[in-house]
């Protein structure tokens, strides 16, 4: 499984970004999509998640109601739709994939873990 990000860029503090991420090689009907992103000095943290068939999503706090995370079954690719944009958003953001759902508990959907297959990332800044 080849993953893809794309879509990042420059944006002002407010604004709205979307970024997707596509995938190739071997693919899944089942499983489930994630968005983690690092910031420059800081860990790799994860921002949403959804399980392909259900399209059931999960968001870090930091980015409820500001992020909407999607999926086009039909093109295998995943979206991450940002709004509201703040400094503190400013990360490279990477895709991940799993071959199973996700998991029941939270915790373990935030694990990076969890998921077997990555792609580069694709960097977004957010200036003030």
């Known amino acids: 499984v080849q993953l893809q990000a794309s879509g990042g860029g420059l944006v002002q503090a407010g604004g709205s970004l979307s970024v997707s991420c596509a995938a190739s090689g071997r693919t899944f009907s089942s499983g489930a999509m994630a968005w983690f992103r690092q910031a420059p000095g800081k860990e790799r943290e994860f921002v949403s998640a959804?399980?392909?068939?259900?399209?059931?999503?999960h968001y870090a706090d930091s980015v409820k109601g500001r992020f909407t995370i999607s999926r086009d079954n039909a093109k295998n690719t995943v979206y991450l739709q940002m709004s509201s944009l703040k400094p503190e958003d400013t990360a490279v953001y990477s895709c991940?994939?799993?071959?199973?759902?996700?998991?029941?508990?939270?915790?373990?959907?935030?694990?990076?873990?969890?998921?077997?297959?990555w792609g580069q990332g694709t960097l977004v800044t957010v200036s003030s």
């Open positions: 991940a994939r799993r071959s199973l759902p996700l998991p029941m508990d939270y915790r373990s959907v935030m694990d990076v873990r969890s998921y077997a297959y």
């Open positions: 959804i399980n392909w068939n259900s399209g059931i999503a």
